[in-house]
């Protein structure tokens, strides 16, 4: 660090806590992904400093290495979820012949994440109340890629010609209820099924018009 | 009341505390409508019981007639607004001509409610942390609803036969996400241009097969 810092504060957060080495970002990645579960199974208020870093298996000084509160971990771990969740569903929908298949293998690929990681509710959804700036950057850039996804689908004529904002938003609430239903309260459903019923509705409803 | 209380805990909470007076349910109502207020603006943890009864007008013994806790008049509530915002968009869907008509009023009349009533987000999404039997169930009795009028939308030949709950899921959540962007967030979006945008994707979406 190449100024002297208050270690309280605004200013603090403003200090470059990025990790310079490979092990640095292990530990940071430990850090988060024990903050995910902390914060995830005893809610923001009963999560605690020592407790993740418990869980992470590092020391407390490492935690004030990356983090100088509680709060700026949880800001970080929402960042972090959302881009987990971007780098999981991007590839797969990248790979898809066309826009409907593109938002298909989407809300399949995230009905899977939700499975595999329950706590991504809780804890995006308490970022309405810890850090709603957080919670609002969330949704909003997730839905600013599906957007563009769905203009690009557009622009090559796959889609209707004015699939666009609403559209988008409209898509990414299909996609947040079908994920809480049948990802997170029902372990048993059929994700490809629940996909593919929710699919063939935007399908039609996205349908090109000549 | 017939029976010794103990004024705690579960015991307590089965006693009825039905008003049996009209002066008992305004009093009740004005409890009710204080509380959404002031967990509206100050959230479940920092709201008190005597924030509420100041915004009602009332004493602090009234409070106590209908309610043991903040916890229960915070899951009262939930149940209250999950029935406000029924009472509210029920009878405009049931004057619409068709099932399709009726979703886009039934929606058109929800961004109308949010903008009117804005702290149903914080309050729905907080009973997530404070109660969540009560945050499932208002969207599970919301949803079947929702159901109930696209299978009898299905029954007459209206809409597409296989349209059922995940339709309807799907549906809610499009719903909640455009009356948070649209309704919540942007005091300027045209409600009826978002209504219509996303009614024009369902109508599609939705449209029998034969």
Redesign the interface.
Known sequence: MDQPQSGHGTEAANRDKTPRTERGRRTLRKLLDAAAVEFGER?F?DASISGITRRAGTALGSFYTYFDSKEEIFQALVRYMSEQLRDHVTPIVQEAPDEIAAERAGLLSFLGFVREHKEIY?II??A??VDYASY?RH?ETT?ARMRQRLEAGAARGEIRA?AGE??A??????????G???GL?DETADIC??AR??N????????RRD
């Open positions: 809610g208020h809780r959804d308490e309405e109340f609002r949704y839905v004015d609403v559209h938003w409209a898509i990414a609430g299909m996609n947040v209820f079908l809480m239903r049948y309260w099924d629940v019923i929710a063939d509705l935007l399908a039609n409803g996205l349908k």
